[in-house]
């Protein structure tokens, strides 16, 4: 394997340079159309209330996933919603006075909590002074697996025991089998940065694809392994054969997923942009190319903050590098228009 940032960061201060070109591949959105995490229009309402101070739409959004038992939209919308919380709070504490007992604004609560407990020095302890909130949630509504996904990143940072982990994890797929959040955060346990392994990720991710739903998101949990091997790897710049087969099988897997999907569509917004790093970084430029035709308006700062403080800027970087290469390597005359006869000049 090349070494990866070496060669992305090559691609893409090529990238740069043609930034402002005409463009050479129809389907791609201008850039200044694209977004970075945009809301759909469930989500969308709710944040302008909680903006203006308003908890009430993102209460009733909340209720109705919960209701519904849309558990894969409920985590999705509340990480969306405690992102916004990490600056602005001031809603979500008018909705904690006005019902200090609900299961969703308990939710987001804990969630936010966590997160900064995370971020801080003394993150062991002060996730182990989270433990009894997430206690709660779980107590909220015995059927919700999200708790259970905060509990899975709880144990990771409070350093739990592999037999402890297990147990959280039963209790996370009792209530739903293939939920990805869940499923990621379990991936993250076994990470080599973690307590596990690359192999140990890539056994879990492809057995779990194995069992999950042609449609589920799970299908992109081996392309996520490939992408902590990448970045794992940039320095050494080479991994063995059979990782490097491993992470071109993932990718082909997350391709599949991606075309179940329609073109632009935000839901596999994420998991498209995810592979789209990861064929680039495999110099699968067409397969890269087409991806980001598939992805649309939707940018997302997974992957490309990982690697860049800027995302947006990183992945307009890369999908300009993929259209370069991918026009690159087409054949002049597999490129032109043979509709008829066009003239000298043409």
């Known amino acids: 394997m090349v070494r990866t940032m070496a060669f992305l960061r090559a691609l893409l201060s090529t990238a740069r340079m043609i930034r402002h070109s005409p463009p050479r591949s129809a389907g791609l959105s201008a850039d200044d159309a694209v977004l970075l995490d945009a809301p759909d229009e469930r989500l969308s309402p709710a944040l302008v209330a909680a903006a203006l101070g308003d908890h009430e739409p993102a209460a009733k959004l909340l209720a ?21 919380a990490r600056s602005r709070d001031g809603w979500l504490d008018a909705w904690l006075a006005a019902a200090p007992r609900d299961p969703d604004a308990l939710l987001v609560k804990v969630e ?56 959280l994890w039963e209790q996370a797929v009792r209530r739903s089998a293939h939920h990805y ?14 307590y596990g392994s690359h192999r140990e990720c890539f056994d879990f991710a492809e057995r779990a694809a194995q069992d999950a739903p042609p449609d589920s998101l799970v299908q992109a949990l081996p392309v996520r392994a490939a992408f902590a091997l990448l970045l794992d790897t940039q ?26 999907y329609r073109p632009g569509d935000p839901w596999p917004a994420e998991v498209r942009n995810l592979l789209a790093y990861v064929l680039v970084a495999r110099g699968r430029w067409a397969e890269a190319l087409h991806q980001f035709t598939l992805i649309g308006l939707h940018a997302t700062s997974f992957p490309w903050s990982s690697v860049s403080e800027d995302a947006l800027g990183r992945f307009l970087d890369a999908r300009d590098g993929a259209r370069l290469r991918a026009a690159s390597l087409t054949p002049f005359r597999d490129r032109a228009d043979h509709s008829g006869p066009r003239g000298h000049y043409a």
């Open 64 to 84: 109705t996933t919960r209701d519904a038992a849309e558990w894969e939209i409920r985590d999705r919308y509340l990480g969306r919603l405690v992102t916004f």
């Open 112 to 167: 936010l909590t966590v997160r900064r407990a995370w971020e801080s020095p003394a993150r062991a302890e002060r996730l182990r002074e989270v433990g009894p909130l997430i206690t709660a949630a779980a107590d909220a509504d015995p059927r919700d697996p999200v708790p259970w996904r905060l509990a899975l990143d709880h144990a990771r940072g409070t350093h739990a025991t592999h037999t402890a982990f297990e147990s």
């Open 181 to 194: 959040g869940c499923h990621v955060a379990a991936l993250r346990y076994l990470s080599a940065a973690w």
């Open 235 to 260: 320095a050494a710049g080479r991994t063995t054969s059979v990782l490097e087969e491993r992470i071109d099988a993932a990718s082909d897997l997350a391709i599949r997923l991606s075309a179940a």
